[in-house]
């Protein structure tokens, strides 16, 4: 059983004019389903395609037409909902959610409002070493996105592209069990983690794959506490939904803010009118994006056109036998067997090609040395030339054969950079590299003491010195490592140094 | 004799014994089409494909093994979407509009070697029980009262198929039935029409209207037509999602002409008040063929069909407020001319207040109300429970023993038209009242004329079997078919 005792962290308190506040949060994110094909319909998903050429005749509404639901889309829904611990739906059903845009071909939006397929589930968000929030997951549903009104290309004429229009998003929506800006950015960190590593959305935010609704308030110290023992919303302050945000950088400066405005206008004897706002990035504000006349009313009602969503319960365990790791339980092993400090295992598990790679390199090895490369000497070549690891030159069976060669003593640390250094530029077999190029660690002693005797011979004044002073000795050791070309083994001309200088 | 004048099965069997060709018997359906432009029944006529697909039917039928339906001529309501072909669901609003794809029925329709003649007038987006709302304007009956050169009307929403079907300008039509929509015009205008178990024909590329309730169906002269061309337009479509994958029978084998022990039901809560002396009397004939065919005749009871009524009238709506939501005039069809300054908003309250008319303008305002926030759990959500009742009044009784049920088909024999204009339009609804109930509960239920009333027009009565029945169903409007005896035609004025 994975242990994962944490302590909670503390909420972010404002300080108002007048008192403290604190901030509850919830989320609701929308992530594009990992699928070749649509929600509904056979159409592509390939981001970037010429506008309109991924479009079916269900996708345009043509008349007639009816969706048929994708069963891969329902697989990676349910294999989220495993991956975040959550009740699996056998039965779900879609309805229609009814609203006029020209990016919605249909007229409504095909969702799960009654019946999602995943009910609740968690997600720990670590915050620090040993403290991590515990957010719960009221529901997962499938539903359709839009497509892509553009209003910039023409000054009297808008158009559409609907190539969007009709892929599988999951709605993942949280309780609002989010307590800070820097905790909600830490959730869809870990909740991208995690969808990465079940392979269900690729999360590229900047594509749009993931996209986060956030319901902000705030209450005094104290109230939410009382909201937890009694779940009565009531409790809390009104809430205000800020829409589609898509930077982790853009949600903390905008709950920031909206728990600032939200905070001015109850300390100015005001009240928060529950409404949708937007965030301007570039005023660094939200702002309302609808008037109350103006609020939908989605008349949802069942979808007529799809049958209510069965699945079998064996489907599901069989999905569940071929769950990946998950980062959690990846870092806890991490930790455990290769002896990893919480943060090497956290960074080590952030992407899972790095902890492939890692796993790669330490398997058999030095964890510890294993991680230092990785992250060190790797991660910071790959950051310098900006390539992803998938990219690297360096393979993790040739960095695990330079890891290896240093545990062995074969070579220094030093020739060790120098080595990885051939590697990345030149490729090849480090072994073999360092018996080809002579850069093997001198351990003969005799070789040694003899640089050692002539250093001592050339510098009676320096010898003198340290004599007095023995933190001197590191400059002999630097002189002998400098005349032996690096090779001399660094803890042999230590111990010789000592000696012969009588320290 | 005008080959024309032909049911499906003597053109069939005609046909598969080169005593006739696709061709001739393609253009003596042409040609009485041309001659009856006055019943409205055709909306758009397609000589050159129904020429081209006859030729290539005859060179099949050169061969042995041809489909039943190869060669044979067919009019196809405006609903269907065809290929190529205008397909405007007799709306302004799908002005101009040509799919770029075959339905699912038509196609089955076409690979089986039948004949398109041409689209068939309807009820615009099949909301309407007189043909009345078609943007075309309507079809006519051919039939007339006895001495009256009243216009009546076919029926609806089916009503250009029933008239084209009753008149021979085809020998079958397609049909689609939400609430009545084959079964009532089949009965204003003397021939058969079914309305298959919903599930068993697939409504991919037929234009919507209420998806719970929307069925496709044949509308033919004959009750072996009808099974002819069920068997043609079924089966399962992986495209429709509500279609069934369940095998389709023989059902032309199943007209034995037997139904000695079955088990008739007459439901008590049919006979309602007011209900015009002829129907009364015809139902009872009716009761008494089925007797005299040695089935046994049971009084049941269907306690909640009072209540169907009112119920369709929120579901279907509310369903169609939705499927036509569609129809904005961004990708397809009418788009209004917008004024300087008009925005989107604009652009879609001109389109459809242009491109939709009255009734269809008054049942998407009905639908959109039952389905807003604060009246969705009165209206509709309470519908819903009504049709589960309904659905479980019919169960009870099949449970029960009951093998097919027998009702009216239509409250009345077909009326003027125009007759019910300055109406209440719930007057119009109430001709529904024997057909919705099999709609809200997926059943299947054919029209079959009976009689003629005192004005000479035909009445109907409809039977409704078991879900996936309409084998056994089909044989009991064939015994009453043969009982009946039903063979006036309308005399030719148009």
Redesign the interface.
Known sequence: MLDLTFATPKPKVIQGAKHDWELVIGMEIHAQVASNAKLFSGASTTFGAEPNTNVSFVDCAMPGMLPVLNEFCVEQAVRTGLGLKAQINLTSAFDRKNYFYPDLPQGYQISQLYHPIVGEGEVIVEMGPGIARLVRIERIHLEQDAGKSIHDIDPNLSFVDYNRTGVALMEIVSRPDIRGPEEAAAYVGKLRQILRYLGTCDGNMQNGNLRADVNVSVCRPGQYEKYQETQDFSHLGTRCEIKNMNSMRFIQQAIEYEARRQIAILEDGGSIVQETRLYDPDKGETRSMRSKEEAHDYRYFPDPDLLPLEIEQAWVDGIAATMPELPDAKKARFMADFGLTDYDASVLTAELDAARYFEAVAQGRDGKLAANWVINELFGRLKKEGQEIADSPVSAAQLGGIVELISAGTISGKIAKDLFEIVWTEGGDPAAIVEARGMKQVTDTGAIEAAVDAIIAENPAQVEKAKQNPKLAGWFVGQVMKATGGKAAPAAVNDLVMKKLGL | MTLNTLTIAEARDALRKREITSVDLTMSCLTAIDAADGLGAFVHKTPEIALEQARAADARLAAPGAPALCGIPLGIKDL??TKGVP?Q?ASNI?RG?K???E?TVTTRLFDAGAVMLGKLNMDEFAMGSSNETSCYGNAVNPWRRQGSNVALTPGGSSGGSASAVAADLCLGATGTDTGGSIRQPAAFTGITGIKPTYGRVS??????F???LDQAGPMTKSVRDAAIFLQAMSGHD?????SADIAVPDFEAALTGDIRGKVIGIPREYRMDGMPAEIEALWTRGIEMMRDAGAVIRDISLPHTKYALPAYYVIAP??A??N???Y?G???GHRAKLAQGDG?TEM?EKTRAEGFGPEVQRRVMIG?YV???GF?DAY?NRARKVRALIKRDFETVFAEGVDSILTPATPSAAFGLGEMASADPVEMYLNDVFTVTVNLAGLPGVAVPVGLDGQGLPLGLQLIGRPWDEGNLLNHAYVLERAAGFVAKPEKWW
Not at chain 2, 203 to 208: F, H, S
Not at chain 2, 238 to 242: A, F, I, L
């Open positions: 269907f979407c397909s669901a799908l509009f799919p770029e794809y339905s409504r991919w590329g037929i234009v919507a209420a998806s719970s992986p495209k429709d999602s509500t509310a369903e407020s939705s036509l939501a569609r904005d961004v990708k397809y989107i879609y959109t389905l807003s926030a969705y509709y």
